[in-house]
């Protein structure tokens, strides 16, 4: 499906303090992830319209907009994440979907969802089941799309943050996962092995172009050989708070 929107929201300045669930913090330049931010926004804007929502500078990890809605055909479903901190991101998006013309569903109030546990391809969603994610929230996203009908795969995850911190979709249909955080493999059909951790998170642009951390330059050099075009960008700051090109952006296409 043809890219048309990307929605971004501008790194908080606070966004050092955000969320970590499986690596240690460290130091994060605000500055450069800002730049950081802004040269993966051009990026888009080669593909897509991107849209900036509202920034929200008090919410740490409000620049991983990905995580607030899960976006399938004409519906968003509004996620409602784990933790009480991250609640307050949803609001603005929401009102920004229902600007794009999008019907809005909502999940119960006792379940839990964030979108990066969602991975979408064909017709088919790999939703992951993770410290974010529940099986009650799972169930209501089907309800919420259940006018399309779409096959939902529940994968279990134990060493990443979310199923695409893991686990990327390429253009061809098959899928890219680094060993050491990785579902297993039964779950994804014509599954490759990256290289580098950062090598697992890839963001479709077109039928053949992929937008990768330059982080990971050997995965990177494998997709090229295998006739991928691949575009890299820097991502270090981001990656530092467990994000990536994924979680950057929620997708619009048709």
């Known amino acids: 499906m043809r890219l048309v929107n990307a929605l971004v929201r501008k790194p908080s300045p606070k966004l050092e303090n955000g969320l970590l669930t499986h690596m ?10 800002l730049a950081q931010w802004e040269a993966y926004c051009d990026i888009l804007r080669d593909w897509a319209e991107v849209i900036e929502v509202e920034p929200a500078p008090h919410q740490a990890d409000s620049v991983f907009i990905e995580d607030t809605a899960v976006v399938y055909g004409d519906t968003a479903v509004i996620a409602k994440p784990r933790f009480p901190s991250r609640q307050p991101e949803t609001v603005a998006v929401e009102q920004t979907l229902r600007e794009q013309g999008l ?13 990066g546990d969602i991975l979408k391809y064909d017709g088919t969603i790999w939703a992951g089941l ?13 309800r919420g799309l259940s006018a399309y009908e779409p096959t939902v795969v529940t994968v279990p ?16 249909g098959t899928f890219i996962a680094h060993p050491k955080a990785a579902p297993p493999e039964s779950y994804f059909p014509g599954y490759r092995r990256a290289l580098e951790p950062q090598g697992s998170r890839v963001l479709i642009l077109d039928g053949e ?3 990768m951390s330059e982080t990971a330059t050997e995965t990177a050099a494998m997709l090229k050989a295998e006739g991928f075009n ?20 929620i997708r619009i296409r048709e």
């Open 209 to 211: 172009t992929i937008l």
């Open 230 to 249: 691949v575009i890299t960008t820097a991502m270090t700051e981001l990656e530092q708070c467990e994000g990536g090109v994924t979680s950057l952006s």
């Open 103 to 115: 019907k809005i569903k909502h999940l119960a109030d006792w379940g839990y969802l964030e979108g």
């Open 24 to 33: 240690a913090r460290q130091g994060v330049d605000a500055d450069l992830a």
């Open 157 to 172: 995850m134990q060493h990443a943050l979310n199923l695409k911190s893991a686990v990327s979709a390429l253009p061809d």
């Open 130 to 142: 993770s410290t974010r994610t529940d099986l009650d929230g799972l169930d209501w996203l089907k």
